[in-house]
């Protein structure tokens, strides 16, 4: 299965500023998706992120308040635009490389104060 | 959309029994799921997964069963260990390399 770099490992912004999360894998794939795990709670879709194509986001999510990168079969930025307290959570990347055993990033844990 | 529905949202098990935790599904088009455990701090991992092509799986102490007509499936540990103390998830997807939707999740606590 393939294998996600993800960083930062946590970050403690302040609201109305932006932080880029970046992830790398090891492998080429086709998706990558980037999910949000409010306290306490499951993984929820933000978007999911295909390489020379716009990102497709999930209702409830924007692309002005989580634009997505995706340059290459490798790489994928999320940002978390305009921060306040509500969008502390762990933010995660994930690839489904061959198809099945997806595999997560180890998170980002951002606190917004 | 895909709607997964996870039961219970706690489950507390003395060491040495099973648990069973047990997850529905709405799109019938959905031919993936696997089961995760998540550990304080750290990220989902994968422990177990079943194609719809079959019935059960088995892997040591772990195993799913998947009812396609009921449109639910189920992790079963048996012999329960207190490293098996975590949340753990379902999860369903509709086809190969497709996105993932999760259930809520069910908080394990095995007590020695």
């Known amino acids: 299965s393939a294998v996600i770099s993800q960083k930062p490992s946590r970050d403690i912004c302040q609201r109305g500023t932006s932080l880029t999360i970046q992830c790398q894998v090891d492998?080429?794939?086709?998706?990558m998706f980037w999910y949000r795990q409010q306290p306490g709670q499951s993984l929820t879709l933000i978007a999911t992120a295909n390489q020379g194509s716009e990102a497709t986001y999930e209702s409830g999510f924007v692309i002005d308040k989580f634009p997505i990168s995706r340059p290459n079969l490798t790489f994928s930025t999320l940002t978390v635009s305009n921060m306040s307290p509500e969008d502390s959570s762990i933010y995660l990347c994930s690839v489904g490389a061959g198809g099945y055993g997806y595999t997560f990033g180890s998170g980002t844990r951002l606190t917004v104060v | 959309g895909e709607n997964v529905e996870q039961h219970p949202s706690t489950l507390s098990v003395q060491e040495g029994d099973s648990a069973v935790i047990k997850c529905t599904y709405s799109d019938s088009a959905s031919n993936y799921f696997p089961w995760y455990k998540q550990e304080l701090g750290k990220r989902p991992q994968l422990i177990i997964d079943i194609r719809s092509n079959v019935g059960e799986k088995k892997d040591q102490r772990i195993a799913v069963t998947l009812n396609k007509t009921a449109k639910h499936f189920s992790l079963h540990i048996t012999e329960t260990q207190p490293e098996d103390s975590a949340v753990y998830f379902c999860a369903a997807s509709n086809y190969a390399g497709n996105m993932l939707t999760f259930g809520g999740g069910t908080r394990l606590m095995v007590k020695p």
């Open positions: 492998s080429q794939v086709t998706m």
